[in-house]
């Protein structure tokens, strides 16, 4: 491994996060922390100049409320989200850069070298400003972004690259604070997305806190008292705790004791597995409509049969989830890696495009050709198994491993829709034309035509709004949000009616190029979409300088 040029794959999680790396035989493996756990509690805690990240802040996230932030991943691209500490506002991203730094100082450590490259895995349904927040997160730590990719396909990755069969599976990913749901075909080692959906504000957090809810309405009731645990700090502290505890008790057994200490009165909770499950049934139903949905979808696409159901994320473990899965849909289901797989499958996924660039790299030499230039797929195949042979061997890598890797093909799709808002002729209304749409396969690249609203009009404004509609037409623009807009200088003296394309072209890391066109004319504007909704860039600077003085343990 030392030595070995290296893209690890980073799981930044909402509640706990995991860093992995391919090995020389092909094998992703995660890395252990300084405290030797496989995962880390993405919780930061400000204790001056250092930043206390992972168990131990965890452990004072309510006894210090000012001091330490938890769950910062639900509010990633959020640009009126800021936790204030000593008058210095901090954004998602540069708390999450705090995370991403643990976890490569920790595996730098543990390695002897350097972690520099990554791919870092978001929810499915991020949209631009997310994905651009995460990749904002990783440049504050000092990282080198390869790419974001979603986690349910990372995880499918790592399932793929272990299936001989040709399968579809669906991919049920509760974690501890999203859900995201996925299917994905597998054949003949290309992994395609199909469909996908979920909640960036519903996870394994929600379930404690519905016992947080029941053990503090419990010890009321027990004890007569009118005081709420729930206003104390150090009570509220010890019941989440306790929480997470009894959940992860109720997976083995059908009930659990819980001892609750509050203003100087002690009370014995029982808590059986039927109460949890009814305290927390219309959360596993919330999950159960999305799966239904992205089923939905990918039948209408031509995907009617769901082979397996891979659980992946902690909570999957809750035997309530097997269970309502089992009753609805009655498919085979696999708990694959839970807390692993996403962080592993990025590794692999990570593997697979530094292996693809220094095969290019190979080509270009045994060719005289400059490495743009070089298509794998257009050289002749002995070339190409020379250069996989020449670069496996330069990198210390099992020769099987890296073709296997290599041959692996990955498709995603949009995870929301892209329009311009237009005028609807039949009711001179505003609308969203959406011209990407969600669940379209990527990379997207579309065409769609639009007429000047008067004559001798001298400009358009392409205005680009993001939706979650998987409609051509959505009546009422403020159900998306505006992400860009240009501005198409047109011609003199043109007539009402005159035709503008406007093209689309969505990369698969979700990057977004637009162009407006006046095919006549051929005046064109160019712009690539990038979002203003996150961090600004000012902020950005001061939390890079910032960044130089603080110490992450």
């Known amino acids: 491994m030392k030595g070995q040029e290296t893209v690890f794959g980073i799981d930044l999680g909402t509640t706990y996060s995991c860093i992995a790396y391919v090995d020389e035989y092909g094998k992703a493996v995660v890395i252990p922390n300084r405290e030797g756990d496989p995962t880390t509690p993405s919780v930061v805690q400000f204790a001056g100049g250092e930043r206390i990240v992972g168990k131990e802040a965890k452990n004072s996230a309510v006894l210090a409320p000012g001091e330490v932030v938890e769950m910062v991943k639900r509010q990633m691209g959020d640009p009126h989200w800021r936790f204030i500490h000593e008058g210095i506002e901090y954004s998602p991203e540069e708390i999450s850069s705090y995370i991403l730094r643990k976890l490569t100082d920790d595996a730098s450590e543990y390695l002897g070298q350097p972690v520099k490259d990554v791919v870092i895995t978001c929810p499915a349904y991020f949209g631009i400003a997310q994905r651009d927040a995460t990749a904002k997160a990783g440049e504050l730590a000092g990282l080198n972004v390869r790419e974001i990719i979603n986690e349910p396909t990372a995880a499918a990755i790592m399932y793929g690259l272990q299936e001989e069969d040709n399968k579809t599976v669906l991919v049920y990913d509760l974690g501890g604070g ?68 009894a959940k992860k008790t109720l997976t083995a057994r059908q009930e659990t004791t819980i001892a609750i200490v509050h203003a100087g009165q002690r009370e014995k909770v029982v808590l059986s597995r039927e109460t949890f499950n009814n305290l927390t049934a219309d959360l596993l139903e919330r999950t159960i409509d999305f799966t239904k949905s992205c089923m939905d979808e990918a039948r209408s696409r031509g995907y009617g049969r769901i082979d397996e159901i891979l659980l992946v994320g902690g909570s999957t473990r809750m035997p309530q989830v097997a269970q309502r899965l089992t009753a609805e849909f009655d498919i085979h289901q696999r708990i694959f890696d839970p807390d692993q797989a996403v962080a592993k499958g990025a590794a692999l996924y990570g593997y697979k495009l530094l292996l693809g660039e220094k095969i290019k790299t190979a080509i270009a030499d045994m060719t005289g050709t400059a490495t743009e230039q070089v298509d794998v797929e257009a050289v002749d195949q002995t070339l190409v198994d020379q250069a996989v042979r020449q670069v496996a061997e330069e990198q210390g890598l099992v020769l099987g491993s890296a073709k296997k890797a290599l041959d692996m093909k990955v498709t995603n799709v949009a995870s929301h829709s892209f329009g311009i808002i237009a005028t609807d002729p039949a009711t001179n209304r505003e609308v969203i034309s959406n011209i990407v749409l969600v669940n379209d396969p990527l990379p997207a690249h579309k065409t769609r035509s639009y007429r000047t609203a008067e004559a001798n009009q001298e400009t358009v404004e392409l205005q680009v709004i993001e939706n979650t ?33 406007v093209t689309f072209e969505l990369q698969r890391d979700g990057r977004l190029h637009m162009t407006g066109r006046h095919p006549d004319s051929n005046s064109v504007i160019e712009v690539d979409i990038q979002t203003s909704r996150g961090i600004s860039e000012e902020e950005f600077q001061e939390a890079k300088s910032r960044a130089k003085n603080v110490v992450i343990s």
């Open 469 to 501: 509609y998987s409609t051509a037409v959505v009546n009422d623009p403020s159900l998306g949000e505006e992400i860009g807009n240009a501005v198409l200088n047109l011609p003199y003296g043109l007539p009402q009616g005159a035709r503008i394309d």
């Open 178 to 245: 999203t859900f995201d749901v996925t299917v994905i075909d597998i054949k003949d080692s290309a992994i395609t997305v199909i469909a996908t959906g979920g909640d960036h504000n519903l996870g394994g957090r929600n379930w404690d806190e519905a016992i947080v809810q029941y053990l503090a309405e419990q010890w009321k009731q027990q004890t007569g008292s009118s005081d709420d645990p729930l206003n104390s700090e150090e009570t509220l502290q010890d019941l989440w705790g306790k929480a997470e505890d």
